[in-house]
């Protein structure tokens, strides 16, 4: 019996601003970058699970454009058991839009970062059918604002690119209402 869970999906909004996110992130020009957000901070650290480890060299050895969001001293790895609990969130920062190149890049992390939590002895369709939720901080800017959009998926792995694809077609992937977008530089006073 198929487990009715492994063919939903969702797409939700997901509330995130630029307090959410390290300093280096927000700071990085828009050119398509993608960082890996830690699962937690603590104290200015950013703790990853520890499978997370050589997942960013390995994407970054087939292309992805990719990168912690936190410095190397300033991050700690966690050890946890149970592969479905690993996998199960992803969270992503991304500077710039989501063009089909970041999306396929984010579909790549998404694949290989499920394969490391579940182990590398797992089949193909054992990936492609895990389900995961990814968060993503699509992060904007103009020499006067930002713009952060958070956008939170859950489907199988397998169809996590197709899910974005539809989610950003379906609305304006930077045009948010008043109200989302954090300035860049104090606001002048009225005269």
């Not at 590398?120 to 020499?143: F, G, H, L, M, Y």
Request: avoid cysteine; aromatic fraction near 4%; charge should be negative.
């Amino acid at each position: 019996m198929a487990d009715a869970y492994s063919s939903q999906k969702r797409v939700t909004r997901w509330d995130v601003s630029g307090g959410d996110l390290p300093t280096p992130v927000l700071a990085t020009p828009t050119n398509g970058r993608l960082f890996l957000l830690p699962d937690k901070t603590v104290d200015g650290v950013g703790i990853y699970k520890d499978d997370v480890a050589g997942l960013v060299k390995t994407l970054k050895h087939i292309g992805v454009d990719i990168d912690f969001a936190v410095a190397r001293e300033d991050r700690r790895y966690l050890s946890e058991y149970g592969a479905a609990d690993v996998a199960a969130v992803i969270t992503l920062a991304v500077a710039g839009n989501l063009t089909g190149d970041v999306i396929k890049g984010i579909a790549t992390t998404v694949w290989h970062r499920v394969r490391s939590a579940i182990g590398a002895e797992s089949t193909q369709e054992e990936v492609d059918s895990a389900n995961v939720t990814v968060r993503i901080a699509e992060i904007v800017r103009n020499e006067h604002e930002t713009v952060i959009r958070g956008l939170e998926i859950t489907s199988r792995a397998a169809n996590i690119e197709g899910v974005i694809r539809d989610a950003i077609s379906s609305g304006s992937p930077t045009q948010l209402p008043p109200g989302t977008s954090e300035s860049t530089e104090p606001e002048e006073a009225p005269e």
